[in-house]
């Protein structure tokens, strides 16, 4: 599953660059069920996988968010969410940009799109893409999840 604004004819960004294909090569190991939750690095602090563990919440409880020096992978390794998006053109910070985090964080806006994204599904967002992760569908659910970010 491919998930993002960013319009992939501009050439604006190389998907298939070698920061990338280390990242879809370290999805498919066999073993990330078994991974303890965590950084690692793939390649240096350009390519590093956050292996999470968390119960989805109510999509009120949660924020938009942004990133301006990384892509985000989130690959789901078990249970589902529901995961938001829109552009970020056009929505107003509750935070200032945290420069050591690489996020800032936005109101809630009038519309937004969501898919439901389960074991083996993958969203890939941009600098460009808002996106709320972590929302339950229905009720809370248990989710392990890597989200590898590649820098820019």
Not at 59 to 76: M, P, R, S
Not at 77 to 94: A, H, N, Q, W, Y
Not at 97 to 108: A, P, R, V
Request: proline fraction near 6%.
């Amino acid at each position: 599953m491919w998930i993002s604004n960013i319009n992939i004819e501009e050439g604006k960004y190389d998907y298939l660059n070698e920061r990338f294909k280390i990242a879809y090569k370290f999805l498919k190991r066999s073993d990330l069920d078994t991974l303890p939750v965590g950084p690692i690095a793939l390649d240096g602090e350009d390519v590093v996988a956050y292996i999470q563990h968390y119960d989805t919440l109510d999509a009120k409880e949660l924020n938009f968010e942004t990133h301006d020096k990384f892509f985000d992978i989130q690959f789901v390794i078990s249970g589902k969410e529901m995961f938001e998006i829109i552009s970020r053109d056009g929505l107003t910070p509750v935070s200032p940009y945290d420069k050591l985090k690489d996020i800032c964080f936005y109101e809630e806006p009038e519309e937004s799109g969501n898919i439901l994204i389960g074991p083996g599904d993958y969203v890939v967002v941009g600098p460009e893409d808002a996106h709320k992760p972590r929302c339950m569908a229905y009720v809370p659910t248990a989710v392990k999840k890597v989200v590898i970010k590649v820098r820019v």
